[in-house]
């Protein structure tokens, strides 16, 4: 046998170097050479006689309970023994049974293989949508950490759903979820709760509108995302009320929107009916009034006694994607739309979201520091007053002032009165 081979034989016979060439091992490998040191926590009194005759007893302690060892002092130990010359990286080797290799290495390794099992998807579900999101994960863009961790963890089968999902896009012929998940896994709940489907969705959006990521947090936001590549999320639950609107589809008027104006009556309208009309308007003027709250809605309405037409919508809290398409068809069809929500954190940020969205066609509606004097309550907002620090508009700004001096609650039922009067004004 050469020096190597006996020194493998003899270190690997001694169980005093058991605990030890692993640590060479690991050390090795985190510095891609023979170098630094190892400690060996709570040596056993033979451990240590045996690693110090090694030594030749240099000193090699590096606390009370631990042995601190130098790789290249162990390997030049090997001169003047009978294993000199020995290859040291090979004894490890040889030593701890397998092949030692570096972290950058075995990192590179690893990155290779990633890369490689993404192109092979990209070869399977050719499409441009499909390009751009491997692209984007190959490059770990923002908002491919889902896929990479996914990766990591050996999801494979739920990686390629959602690629597969993807060449799909965008659908000629829009699908619920359900279905477009059954169409492409054969599982209608697949895509139930995947946030890889929608943060696929807003990367592809980024780039094709060349914006900057940003994840979506809110629910009702993703709802919209899969509605601009044809899928629905839910289109019967989803639905505004409103009245004094005329829809129209295929240029005639809508019979079912006429007559419920005619007879003065509300209308709750699903997404589902919605997403189809071609026109919506008023049918007096160019000016619709959105409220968020049912109740004052209603009683907006109550006050109509003269059953004049009043344009109104309610959104029923945080916006739906039905609302906000029927919002845009109005602001289409040439309307303005005035919004009126409650005076706290949560209600503030709703109106500077519709106004950010649609501009100068949204105008904020008894949104004055005199209106949240008069709607004040004894509601503390203390909790979620910060929620305002995210909001920057001059139109606001007075307001929001106000509103973190005095931390409490405005609500719209104190309003009643001049909200109906402005509407029917």
Known sequence: MNPTEEAVEYFRRKDDYGRLFPLFAKKIESLGNIGGSVILENP???????????????????????????????????????????????????????????????KEQSERQRKEYFLSLKTKYKS??????????ISKESGAMVFNLA????????????????????????????IFAEMVTGNPHAFDKEPKLINSLQMINCYFNGVKYEIIEDKEEETGLLFEFGILRDDLLNFVTC??????????????????CEENM????????????????????????????SGVYSSVLDKNIEEKVMPIICTHGQFKLSGLILIKKLIESGCRVFYSGDFDPDGISMAYRLKKKFGDKVVYWRYTSEDYIESLSEVSI?????????????????????????QRAGYQEKLINKLYNDIVG
């Open 44 to 106: 056993t009194t033979t451990e240590r006689r045996a690693i110090e005759r090694w030594l030749k007893n240099k000193k090699t302690s590096a606390g009370k309970d631990e042995m601190k060892i130098p790789l290249k002092k162990f390997e030049e130990s090997f001169k003047g023994k009978r294993f000199e010359g020995a290859d040291f990286y090979k004894v490890v080797e040889g030593v701890v049974g397998r092949v030692l290799v570096s972290n950058k290495i075995k």
């Open 128 to 137: 441009e949508m499909a390009d751009v999101l491997i692209d984007f994960i």
């Open 151 to 178: 990766y990591s963890q050996e999801k494979f089968q739920e990686i390629e759903n959602v690629i597969k999902a993807i060449s799909y896009l965008p659908l000629k012929v829009s699908k619920r979820l359900p």
């Open 243 to 260: 009245n004094g609107l005329i829809a129209e589809k295929n240029g005639e008027i809508i019979k079912s929107w006429y007559y419920a």
């Open 266 to 293: 509300v209308k709750n309208v699903p997404l589902r009916e919605i997403q189809v009309i071609d026109k919506v308007y008023p049918k007096v003027g160019n000016t619709v009034f959105v409220l968020e709250n």
């Open 382 to 406: 203390s909790e979620r007053i910060q929620l305002l620090n995210s909001i920057n508009d001059d139109l606001l700004n007075p307001l929001m002032e106000k509103m973190i001096k005095i």
